[in-house]
């Protein structure tokens, strides 16, 4: 609904200060991210023109390759993980009637509200090989005799990221799903019942297919997040051991800020950025055809 | 028989949820525990679960840690204020205009305020520090704000615009005929039923722009203007390799309990606008 019919350019006044604002702070650095990736760009020598060059040394870097690798890993690791255990507790709390469901609902929702950095120092404690929680449990549980250092090998790193990230991440996921499967008429499922239909019949033929948007929307969530992992890698490995947990936006963090080489940095971001553009595209495109 | 029966898997299903929830919250719980002990007992190996006496020094030490929790805690309050207040003002602006008005290229303008939301802004971090350094505002809260600003606006203004969208035109017209001009109409009729869409926004901007990392770190090289993640982070990556594990989690437990308390006050707010501004984008 329109107030005025009538198109004027005076009519976008409301909108320009939201535009011109995102113009300035997002727009223009975007724009300065193609020109800088063309120079050598250090923060306090000035910069010289390098033309190409700096794309053609991303082909030959060693640990861009390896972070590449690593960051892919990390994805197909955690994104079935936390997708799998967010359908089933979604569909656990999607109970009404039951009591306290919405106690247990916001308890599974709490660490979404804490940030990924606070919930990684939260988890270094619980992991940490002296004074964990983690190790104490097990020992006491005699699973294990002495103290395992979670975060000393690639391997176990990987999974002890993956771990914290799932427990600070899934009750989005899980909110996300929810509000699919609310969307989802009662009556399908009774008239289901009454055709004789298990409820497991019902989860496969009705509640899956009809959930299909809603699974695309929360898997494109999860992996666009698990590929920009910073924050958790910075914060509990550190890229160790050897460098083997750096992820890409870590790589381009040092670059461009440890080792200053903003043109670089820029190259890189550039890159990834029309890499991941590029699959959130391929994304909708597959989940549009297969809607038609 | 029967009633007993069900009677039973009832319990049976509560206690199935209650451990679940209790693997949601127990790591919040410990690090609180902890945090309650004498300092050495923070750091003791094997851990301890109860402290052996509640005591405040860890809190204390944190108070006095580099230029002093308080200093770090009003700088991410102040970044996340101005985060909320300048996010709000826009969104509601731009959301208002979309919803309503007709303009040239206002399908292109709508594209690029969504544009911030499809392109990860950690990919461009490094011309926009570049940028920001050459405005002199970095090492500047207000600076960090504006950075916040932009991450919040697309959802911000998706989320005004579907609101005002909702909001019957009916009620406009007949303010108009008392003779309400546009600004006047927009203050005292628009803003009061869009309140709730504000509060969404104004409430995720606010945890968001708190809880923010990675453009803390880059943005600010003043310790005095570290924010509260980017203080803590430090403590772990201490000077001397070792660290005061209670310390840290009195940091910790200051850093989510304004998240904490505003996300449990607005929950269903807050977990309205989580969705509408990722499935609608």
New interface residues.
């Given amino acids: 609904?329109?107030?005025?019919?009538?198109?004027?350019?005076?009519?976008?006044?409301?909108?320009?200060?939201?535009?011109l604002?995102?113009?300035f702070?997002?727009?223009?650095?975007?724009c300065?991210?193609v020109?800088?990736s063309l120079f050598n760009?250090t923060m306090f020598q000035g910069h010289r023109f390098l033309g190409l060059r700096n794309y053609f040394s991303l082909l030959t870097d060693a640990q861009l390759r390896k972070s590449l690798e690593f960051t892919l890993l990390y994805t197909v690791f955690i994104t079935p993980v936390i997708f799998v255990a967010a359908f089933v507790?979604a569909l656990?709390v999607n109970r009404r009637g039951?009591?306290?469901?919405g106690?247990?609902r916001?308890?599974?929702?709490?660490?979404v509200?804490?940030?990924?950095?606070?919930s990684s120092?939260?988890?270094?404690?619980?992991l940490?090989d002296?004074?964990?929680?983690m190790?104490?449990i097990l020992?006491s549980l005699k699973m294990i005799r002495d103290p395992v250092i979670w975060l000393g090998h690639t391997g176990l790193s990987l999974v002890s990221v993956a771990v914290s990230v799932l427990?600070k991440t899934v009750?989005?996921s899980m909110?996300?799903i929810l509000?699919g499967l609310q969307s989802i008429s009662g009556e399908l499922y009774e008239s289901a019942k009454m055709d004789g239909c298990s409820s497991f019949t019902s989860l496969r033929r009705i509640t899956i297919p009809l959930m299909r948007r809603?699974f695309a929307?929360t898997l494109l969530?999860s992996v666009?997040g698990s590929l920009?992992a910073?924050?958790q890698f910075?914060?509990m490995t550190?890229g160790r051991p050897a460098n083997s947990t750096i992820t890409v936006?870590y790589w381009?963090?040092l670059n461009?800020?440890q080792k200053f080489h903003?043109g670089y940095?820029?190259a890189m971001?550039?890159v990834?950025?029309v890499a991941?553009?590029g699959f959130?595209i391929l994304q909708f495109r597959t989940f549009k055809y297969q809607e038609d | 028989m029967r009633k007993r029966k069900a009677a039973l898997r009832e319990s049976g299903m509560h206690l199935i949820f209650l451990l679940i929830a209790l693997a949601f919250v127990f790591p919040f719980l410990w690090s609180a525990v902890n945090s309650l002990k004498p300092a050495a007992e923070a750091s003791a190996s094997p851990p301890t679960f109860l402290p052996s006496v509640v005591s405040f020094q860890n809190f204390a030490k944190m108070g006095s840690y580099g230029a002093g929790l308080g200093v770090y805690f009003f700088n991410s309050l102040v970044a996340a204020s101005m985060t909320m207040i300048m996010s709000v003002f826009l969104s509601v602006t731009a959301g208002y205009g979309f919803a309503r008005f007709r303009f040239p290229f206002k399908n292109a303008m709508f594209l690029v305020i969504i544009l911030t939301m499809v392109l990860p802004f950690q990919t461009i971090i490094t011309p926009l520090f570049f940028f920001m350094n050459w405005l002199g505002l970095t090492n500047s809260l207000f600076g960090l704000a504006l950075v916040y600003t932009v991450l919040q606006v697309a959802f911000g203004t998706l989320i005004m615009r579907n609101t005002f969208s909702s909001i019957p035109l009916e009620i406009e017209e007949a303010a108009r005929i008392d003779g309400c001009n546009s600004a006047a109409l927009m203050l005292k009729v628009m803003m009061p039923l869009a309140t709730p869409g504000m509060i969404t926004v104004g409430i995720i901007a606010f945890i968001n722009s708190w809880n923010e990392f990675l453009a803390s770190l880059i943005f600010m090289s003043k310790e005095s203007l570290f924010t509260l993640p980017v203080m803590l982070s430090n403590i772990r990556t201490g000077p001397y390799g070792s660290i005061d594990w209670g310390e840290l989690q009195a940091g910790l437990i200051v850093a989510t309990i304004p998240c904490m308390v505003l996300f449990l006050v607005l929950q269903r707010r807050y977990i309205s606008g989580l969705t509408s501004g990722s499935v609608k984008g």
């Fill in positions: 609904m329109l107030i005025a019919n009538r198109s004027r350019i005076a009519n976008s006044i409301y909108v320009l200060p939201a535009v604002f995102v113009v702070f997002f727009i223009v650095p975007l300065m991210c020109y800088m760009w507790l656990m039951m009591l306290l469901i106690l247990y916001t308890m599974y929702f709490l660490p509200v804490i940030g990924l950095g606070t120092l939260i988890w270094i404690w619980l940490d002296r004074v964990g929680a190790n104490a020992i427990w009750g989005f909110i996300l509000g809603t929307i969530l666009i920009l910073f924050d910075y914060i550190g936006v381009i963090y461009s800020f903003l940095g820029s971001s550039l990834y950025l991941l553009l959130c």
